[in-house]
């Protein structure tokens, strides 16, 4: 009985699969671009780090100590699994 000429000996899994990406693609594997990521406005990175420092406080600041507690009793119930009541 005659061989198949498609029918390869046996190979790693990791060759096959690069093959198989390789046929599906019809690009070869290669190694990610080195190129340079876009660089962030200094002025914009600046509004929004002062945003973020601040918002926790002006927020917390606004909530009544009513709502606080809501919020910190919601928080530990979903924290240890506890089912409202």
Same mark, same amino acid.
Request: no cysteine; charged share 40%.
């Given at each position: 009985?005659? %061989? $198949?000429?498609?029918?390869?000996? &046996? #190979?790693?899994?990791?060759? *096959?699969?690069?093959? *198989?990406? =390789?046929?599906? &693609?019809?690009?070869? *594997?290669? +190694?990610?671009?080195?190129? +340079?990521?876009? #660089? +962030?406005?200094?002025? !914009?990175? !600046?509004? @929004?780090?002062? /945003? /973020?420092?601040? /918002? @926790?406080? !002006? $927020?917390?600041?606004?909530? &009544?100590? %009513? $709502?606080?507690? #809501? *919020?910190?009793?919601? !928080?530990?119930? =979903? $924290?240890? /699994?506890? +089912?409202?009541?």
């Amino acid at each position: 009985m005659q %061989e $198949r000429s498609s029918k390869k000996k &046996t #190979e790693d899994v990791n060759s *096959i699969a690069a093959d *198989i990406v =390789k046929q599906t &693609t019809d690009k070869s *594997i290669s +190694k990610p671009s080195q190129e +340079k990521p876009k #660089e +962030k406005n200094p002025a !914009a990175v !600046a509004l @929004g780090r002062l /945003g /973020g420092l601040k /918002g @926790g406080k !002006a $927020r917390a600041k606004k909530l &009544t100590p %009513e $709502r606080r507690k #809501e *919020i910190a009793k919601k !928080a530990a119930q =979903k $924290r240890w /699994g506890i +089912k409202p009541s």
